[in-house]
């Protein structure tokens, strides 16, 4: 007991019962049986706290368990459960059957807390876990089903643009289809104009020159000569 005292596991109060301390080191197989000083009536069922409202979000990890207990509405307790697991890792070199003999000799010797307060302190905290396990799950499926509806919204979005886009370039391609149509029916006028205007001027020269050879006929069959021109 002094021991516990001095590393600060128990705190003894003024005018605490003594404890044969002997009984820490018994054997598992006589371990002495202590007798309870506190009366234990059956615990009535406790209501079940709020339900609290699924997270949304990322999930924050590494939260302080004393704020997931805060949420999840733990009452206080005289004795909490962590206090009662220091004491066991305190006497962690004794045999189970021990340590539970001295943790059972420790609750007698101090009125001011049972063990049945840290394991129900324990039962507690395991409910808020449990609810927040559970919270946790909830959060990561209705991220999971927000990601998928927003990869399928992704999708139907992408498969608009793409078959507007497709739609976009069938016409750009009908359009430029027409435009080399049109431009090589352009050409082949343009080019059917100016052989027609070639082919006119040969014709025209042609009879020009038809002509000429005939006018100068009238010069050779008349000697050669002609009239002076008039001043």
């Known amino acids: 007991m002094r021991a516990l005292q001095k590393a600060g596991l128990v705190e003894m109060e003024e005018g605490a019962h003594r404890v044969d301390t002997d009984a820490t080191e018994a054997p598992?197989?006589?371990?002495?049986?202590v007798?309870?000083?506190?009366?234990?009536?059956p615990a009535a069922a406790e209501p079940a706290p709020p339900a609290v409202p699924v997270p949304e979000?990322?999930?924050?990890?590494q939260r302080p368990f004393e704020d997931i207990y805060a949420e999840q509405s733990v009452q206080a307790s005289a004795f909490p459960a962590e206090k009662l697991l220091k004491i066991l890792d305190g006497l962690a070199a004794l045999d189970p059957a021990s340590r539970i003999a001295a943790v059972r000799a420790l609750d007698a010797a101090d009125d001011a807390w049972t063990v049945d307060?840290?394991?129900?302190?324990?039962?507690?905290?395991?409910?808020?876990?449990?609810?927040?396990?559970?919270?946790?799950e909830q959060q990561a499926r209705a991220g999971l089903e927000?990601?998928?509806a927003a990869v399928t919204e992704r999708d139907q979005r992408q498969q608009d643009a793409v078959g507007r886009i497709r739609s976009q370039i069938a016409d750009l391609e009908g359009l430029l289809e027409r435009e080399v149509t049109r431009a090589?029916?352009?050409k082949s006028a343009l080019e059917n104009a100016a052989r027609a205007t070639k082919e006119a001027c040969l014709r025209e020269v042609a009879r020009l020159d038809a002509e000429t050879e005939r006018l100068?006929?009238?010069a050779a069959t008349f000697g050669g000569t002609s009239a002076a021109p008039t001043p």
């Open 117 to 136: 307060d840290a394991l129900l302190d324990a039962e507690r905290k395991t409910r808020a876990l449990a609810a927040a396990r559970s919270q946790l």
């Open 184 to 186: 090589t029916e352009e």
């Open 146 to 148: 927000q990601a998928r």
């Open 28 to 33: 598992a197989e006589s371990s002495p049986q």
């Open 57 to 61: 979000g990322p999930i924050a990890e």
């Open 35 to 41: 007798v309870m000083d506190h009366s234990a009536e």
């Open 216 to 218: 100068k006929r009238l």
